[in-house]
């Protein structure tokens, strides 16, 4: 894989001598091909003797690859190269918004005790570990100082729902501070659902809080690492969901919009078994699974021993469950894998997927920022986990004593960009998915010592690696990519999840959730 530059100062034309004048490309050979890739994203495969005679400057100008190569914009010309540098800016529209996410933690006890939890969590009976009001106002203070127009405030834990009246305060008086249209808030709870009592649940629906939770899988897969004392933790968390969903039907609200959301953390034990974990979520209603490794942040070594696993076992489990979720979508059953669609999203349509960690720099406290439950703010939720093994290197400040200019001023804010920005890392500089990939300075240092990745010997990019190859080859199979290419379609729940104002009802919002302008589609993608 090298990248090259172009050579400047001649234009395409039709005399057959000449050579082409490529724009900046990466490659990869993969299956017996080669894949080439621009800054801009396209994409195109070449048999490796047109390659070679490509890279050797002997294609010419009348060779019937020239028209391929100037349709997915290869070809150096100003006007090609105006085109880039826009869609490029278009990809990387985060960087010209300030952090859209603010994961606020509204205590570390929790009601479960799960095989694979991080360093922080704390008993549900123990006290001093909540965010308090005069911390939360705080927060609120650095989070509506952020410069972006649309925020999505998201509380975690521990388990959030623990400390409800802090939930509510945040998103009453942050509808009341907002009420003249200055911002828009968006609220979202990722919870195990178990303490939720059904006022609670009617609170949350009518507030339109967008609601995530987890499932591990079928019953015995879930309980065996999701422990809940007494047991039964995946019934009583899809008893809450259906509580959920009578709720939203009561209200008469679009099932197809108003759901909710659910994950899955794969452990050791669900390797075996990716086509009943991917049942499971076909029986549930849901459209998409979140197949998410688990990761070493915040997690003593012992439980990563015990429930860990390397990126090519994962990367077998993860291509099983895709094979069979392509399978039933041939069967018309709708389904898709929320990683590949992410990174389907980067391959195939300029919109940035609004995730921070396929983003080149990443979205580390340039994208989104972490409250702890007493006031000290990280550079994203994993440099929280590692706070909670005793580290507070991606700690940038303390919300009682800083302002937000003085938290995305800090240092590692800096080190952070720098660490994560793709086109200056060795390796990945010149790696074909630069322009789809993102790398995380986190998991480099928890795993390398180092913010900058060793790509070479680091599991996430290997994991990387397996999911674009898989993604590239699947999408080069006659009658796959049209069928991939819906798994990019977003379905715009603004109008049970808006923005409201302090005491008003819905009403239908056109904004998107995320700070991001309407989709775009690269030449010969479907429009959404
Ligand atoms: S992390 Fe790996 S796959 Fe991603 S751009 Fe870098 S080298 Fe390529
Ligand atoms: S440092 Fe890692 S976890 Fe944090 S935002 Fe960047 S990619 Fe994501």
Known sequence: ????????????????????????????????????????????????????????????????????????????????????????????????????LHVVVLTLRCNHACTYCHASRQPERRAGFD?????????????????????????????????????RWFVEEGRRRTADG??????????????????????????????????????????????????????????AMARFDAAYRKRRLDPALAYVNALVTVSRGSLARPEALVDEYVRMGQKVVHLRPLNPFGMGRKIWAREGY????????????????????????????KMAALL?????????????????????????????????????????????????????????????????????????????????????ADCAYAPYCGVCPVYNYVEQGDLVARCATNDRCRIMLGMLDYLFQRLAEPGLSELLRRWTEVRDRSSVFEPRRAGKPAARAKARPAAAPPRRAKKGARRK
């Not at 939720?196 to 995530?212: K, N, R």
Request: glycine share 8%.
């Open 1 to 100: 894989m090298k990248a090259r530059r172009p050579a400047r100062g001649r234009k395409p034309g039709p005399e057959p001598d000449r050579k082409p004048d490529l724009m900046p490309v990466r490659w990869r050979e993969l299956g017996g091909r080669v894949l080439v890739t621009n800054d801009g994203g396209d994409y195109l495969w070449l048999d490796r003797e047109p390659f070679e005679a490509l890279m050797a400057g002997k294609l010419k100008a009348d060779h019937p690859l020239w028209a391929e190569l100037a349709r997915t914009e290869m070809l150096h010309d100003a006007a090609v190269e105006a085109r880039v540098v826009e869609r490029v800016r278009r990809r990387s529209h985060h960087l010209q918004v300030g952090p859209t």
């Open 182 to 239: 200055s911002k828009h808030l968006y609220f979202s709870l990722v919870s195990n659902l178990t303490t939720l009592t059904q006022a609670q649940i009617d609170y949350l629906v009518d507030q339109g809080v967008a609601v995530c939770t987890s499932i591990d899988g079928p019953a015995e897969l879930h309980d065996r690492h999701r422990r809940l004392p007494g047991g039964g933790s995946h019934r009583k968390t899809r008893a």
């Open 344 to 428: 389907l999203t980067r391959i195939l349509t300029d919109d940035d997927p609004n995730y921070a960690d396929l983003r080149s720099p990443c979205g580390a406290a340039i994208g989104q920022l972490a409250y702890n439950h007493d006031g000290r703010v990280y550079t994203c939720d994993e440099g929280r986990m590692v706070g909670a093994m005793g580290d507070d290197l991606f700690c940038i400040g303390d919300v009682h004593r800083h302002t937000y200019a003085d938290l995305i001023a800090h240092p590692t804010v800096r080190s952070l960009c720098v660490s994560s920005c793709l086109e200056c890392l060795p390796g990945c």
């Open 131 to 167: 965010m308090s009001l005069e911390t939360a106002a705080r927060v609120l203070d650095v989070i509506l100082a952020s410069p972006a127009p649309d925020l999505t405030i998201e509380f975690q834990g521990g388990e959030p729902a623990l400390n409800f009246p802090v939930l």
């Open 310 to 337: 390397t990126a090519d076992e994962f990367l077998r489990f993860w291509t099983r469950a895709l094979d069979h979720i392509l399978e039933l979508n041939r069967q018309g059953i709708e389904m898709a894998e």
